[in-house]
C-alpha cells in the first residue's frame, strides 16, 4: 500500500470514461427521476463560491461516471424492503463526499480527503476518483461505507466505552422504557415534547457565524430525497433557510440569530423539569458571539451553575492553524429567572472569579496532550464572563457591575 501512486489516465481509461457519459447520457433519458436537477439556488447564499466556481446545478459536483453509478445505485437501493432500504440509503448518502469532483488526494496521507474534511465547498484543481466498488480498500467507497454503517449497528447492540489508558470497553447495553424518538426539525419548536419532561437537554448550538453547515448540508439534499430519506416537502426552505446563522458585521443578522437562539432556549426551559440541566459547548473568536449566546440564554431565563473547557474537534482537523483555538467552553446551566440585556452585567467578583478559573484550567492542563493555548484561555474567559453574567456566582448589583458587553469587548487586552 506505501507503493501507491498515480498513473497518467490511458486511452483505454479515457475510452471507459466516455463510454460511461454515453451510458449516463441514455439513462437520463430513460430514467429522468433517478437524477436530481436541483440547481444552486444563488439568493440568501452564506458561501458564494459554488457559484463563483460557475456550478449551477448540484450534479454539477460528479462527473458523468460518478453520476451514473449514483443513478444506478438509487434504482438497485429502492428494490430493498425496509429496514435494509433505508440503511442502504443511508451509505448512499454518506458515500457521497468521497464520490464527487470535490474529493481530493492528501499526498502525505496516501489517503483521499472527503468533501468537508475542511468544512466549506473548496476548489479541488485535481480531484480523486476511487472505484465506487472497490472493497476493502478505498477510503468512502460504496461497500466501505456499509460496513461503516454496519460497524455503528454492531455498537448499538454491544457497546463500548472508551478507557482512560487506550482501548474500549464493554458496558451493558441500556434499553430505555420508551422507543427512541428521533425528529429532525428546528430546535425553536419542540411541541412534541411535553412541558417539564426532560431531565437534561445535552446540544451544540451553531457558532454564530463559523459554519454555514445546512448550507453545505444541502450537497446531500437532492439525492437524500432521490433515495427518500428526506421528503420533496422538506426543501430547502425548512432545511436551509430555517437554520440559525449570524453574520459578522451584520446587525441585523446577528439580531435574528440571538431572537433565534432564545427562541430555542425558551423550549429547552420549557421542557426542562425544575432540577433539569442544560449542557452544551461553545467556541468563538469574537466577543460579540459570546454575547449573542449570552443574550439569548438570559431571555430564556438559565443561571449557569458551572463552566469548563473540553478539547474541541478544531485540533485534529484541517481547520487548525495558528491561533486556532483547540478546546471549547462547556456550560452548564439550571432554569434561574429572565435577564434583560442590560442586567448583563460582570462585577469585581465575577471578575475575579474568572482569572482563578482560568488559571486553574491553565495549570492543570500544562501537560495535556492538546495545548491548552493563549486562545483557548482567552474563550475561557468570554465563557466565564457569561455565565457570571448568568449568575455563576450569584447576582451582581448594577452599581457594582461593568456591562458584559464592555467586559467582553476588554477581555482579550
Ligand atoms: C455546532 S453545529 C453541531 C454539529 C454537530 N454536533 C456535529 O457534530 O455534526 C450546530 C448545528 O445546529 C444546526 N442548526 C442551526 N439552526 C438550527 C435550528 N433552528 N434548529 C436545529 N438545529 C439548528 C446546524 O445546522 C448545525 O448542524
Redesign the pocket.
Same mark, same amino acid.
Do not use: E, I, V
Given at each position: 500500500m506505501t507503493r501507491r501512486r498515480f498513473v497518467r489516465a490511458r486511452d483505454a481509461d479515457k475510452e471507459r470514461y466516455e463510454e460511461a457519459t454515453l451510458l449516463c447520457t441514455d439513462r437520463r433519458r430513460s430514467h429522468p427521476h433517478f437524477f436530481p436537477l436541483d440547481p444552486i439556488a444563488d439568493g440568501d447564499r452564506f458561501d458564494s463560491r459554488l457559484l463563483d466556481y460557475g456550478y449551477r446545478r448540484w450534479t454539477d459536483l460528479f462527473n458523468d461516471r460518478q453520476i451514473f453509478h449514483l443513478s444506478l445505485l438509487a434504482e438497485g437501493i429502492a428494490e430493498f424492503d425496509e429496514p435494509v432500504r433505508r440503511a442502504l440509503a443511508v451509505a448512499f448518502s454518506d458515500h457521497l463526499t468521497t464520490n464527487c469532483m470535490m474529493t481530493a488526494y492528501a499526498a502525505s496521507w496516501r489517503r483521499l480527503t472527503p468533501l468537508f474534511s475542511i468544512r466549506a465547498f473548496r476548489h479541488v484543481p485535481r480531484p480523486v476518483e476511487l472505484n465506487p466498488w472497490c472493497d476493502g480498500t478505498g477510503r468512502g467507497t460504496y461497500p466501505n461505507t456499509v460496513r461503516k454503517l454496519m460497524r455503528a449497528s454492531d455498537f448499538a447492540r454491544a457497546p463500548k466505552e472508551p478507557v482512560k489508558k487506550g482501548g474500549f470497553k464493554s458496558v451493558p447495553l441500556r434499553r430505555s422504557a420508551s422507543a427512541p424518538n428521533i425528529v429532525c426539525a428546528? $430546535?425553536?419548536d419542540l411541541a412534541f415534547v411535553a412541558d417539564g419532561a426532560v431531565d437534561m437537554v445535552l446540544t451544540? %448550538? %451553531? @457558532?454564530f457565524d463559523n459554519i454555514a @453547515?445546512?448550507e453545505l $448540508?444541502e450537497f446531500f439534499l437532492p439525492w437524500m430525497q432521490l433515495v427518500g430519506l428526506v421528503s420533496e416537502n422538506d426543501g430547502r426552505e425548512r432545511i436551509v433557510l #430555517?437554520?440559525?446563522i449570524a453574520r459578522r458585521n451584520d446587525a441585523e443578522a446577528t439580531t435574528r440569530f440571538t431572537a #433565534?437562539l432564545s427562541d430555542?432556549f425558551a423550549e429547552v426551559a420549557r421542557v426542562l423539569k425544575a432540577d433539569g440541566l442544560l449542557v452544551f459547548s461553545f467556541r468563538h473568536a469574537v466577543p460579540d458571539a459570546w454575547y449573542a449566546l449570552t443574550i439569548a440564554l438570559a431571555r430564556a431565563a438559565f443561571r449557569a451553575t458551572h463552566i469548563l473547557p473540553a478539547p474541541g474537534e478544531a485540533g485534529v482537523g484541517l481547520h487548525a492553524h495558528e491561533g486556532t483555538g483547540l478546546w471549547d467552553a462547556v456550560f452548564v446551566l439550571r432554569k434561574g429567572r429572565a435577564r434583560n440585556d442590560a442586567d448583563l452585567r460582570v462585577g469585581p467578583t465575577g471578575e475575579a472569579h474568572v482569572e482563578t478559573l482560568v488559571a486553574g484550567w491553565t495549570r492543570k492542563l500544562k501537560r495535556a496532550r492538546l495545548p491548552f493555548t493563549d486562545t483557548d484561555r482567552l474563550a475561557l474567559r468570554r465563557a466565564g464572563l457569561a455565565a457570571v453574567a448568568l449568575g455563576l456566582v450569584g447576582d451582581v448589583p448594577d452599581h457594582d457591575g461593568s456591562l458584559l458587553q464592555d467586559a467582553l469587548n476588554a477581555s482579550a487586552r
Open positions: 428546528t $430546535a425553536q451544540d %448550538p %451553531p @457558532y @453547515y445546512s $448540508a #430555517g437554520s440559525l #433565534g430555542a
